[in-house]
């Protein structure tokens, strides 16, 4: 979960949470705890006008992913970035692909 909606903050929110939540600076090669990115992009819909998360298609533009639903989600993702260490899914479609 994260603090807010607005994409900026929550990237910026985890590259600074992320890695000192997994690692300890005095074992900074040693997963302490693992932090889990979820989930994938347009997962907001669940129970909007009879639409569940194993019926829906999330129609996004290249536009609306690249500034909503992606930047937090790559800097969790990204060993450049937070390098978080487990992924959930998201039962939904993104334009058209499961």
């Known amino acids: ?11 910026e929110y985890v590259l600074a ?3 000192k939540l ?11 705890v693992s932090a ?7 997962y907001s819909m669940e129970g909007y006008d009879g639409v ?3 019926h829906y298609n999330a129609v996004l533009t290249d536009q609306d992913g690249a500034d909503t639903y992606y930047p937090a989600f790559e800097a969790c993702t990204s060993p ?19």
């Open 22 to 32: 997994q690692y300890s600076e005095e074992s900074p090669d040693d997963l302490r």
């Open 52 to 54: 569940d998360r194993h």
């Open 1 to 11: 979960e994260t603090p807010g909606e607005d994409p900026f903050l929550n990237k």
């Open 80 to 98: 450049d970035g937070a390098g978080a260490s487990c992924l959930m899914c998201s039962y939904n479609e993104v334009n058209g692909i499961p």
């Open 17 to 19: 949470y992320i890695p």
């Open 36 to 42: 889990c990115c979820k989930h994938y992009a347009g």
